[in-house]
Nanobody, 122 residues
Framework: QVQLVESGGGLVQAGGSLRLSCAAS????????MGWFRQAPGKERELVAA????????YYVDSVKGRFTISRDNAKNTVYLQMNSLKSEDTAVYYC???????????????WGQGTQVTVSS
């Protein structure tokens, strides 16, 4: 059984930083692509960042480019999202997800974590 467990969320002031972690257990895919999504109240869940297994591919939604960095440690089965210069509009529940390969398409992500709340106060 696959489990994705996020951690690192919390309350931070605007301009601050947080680092989210997502630890995977169980067998996902041989070369999984990983993504971080977020969902704010009343809004659709959106892909924030994605990373491939090994070829160095990353994707960022325009609103976080230059502020967020996605990375992974395959030996630890963990993916990270470093979030700097946080803004109030970054407030959301953040989810990590796993797909068979690199993708920016939401429905291709098969496994999801339970989410972690990030609240940015202005």
């Amino acid at each position: 059984q696959v489990q994705l467990v996020e951690s690192g969320g919390g309350l931070v002031q605007a301009g601050g930083s947080l680092r989210l972690s997502c630890a995977a257990s169980g067998r996902t895919f041989s070369s999984p692509g990983m993504g971080w999504f977020r969902q704010a109240p009343g809004k659709e869940r959106e892909l924030v960042a994605a990373i491939s297994w090994s070829e160095g591919y990353t994707y960022y939604v325009d609103s976080v480019k230059g502020r967020f960095t996605i990375s992974r440690d395959n030996a630890k089965n963990t993916v990270y999202l470093q979030m700097n210069s946080l803004k109030s509009e970054d407030t959301a529940v953040y989810y990590c997800a796993a797909a068979p390969g690199r993708t920016t398409i939401r429905y291709e992500y098969r496994y999801w974590g339970q989410g972690t709340q990030v609240t940015v106060s202005s």
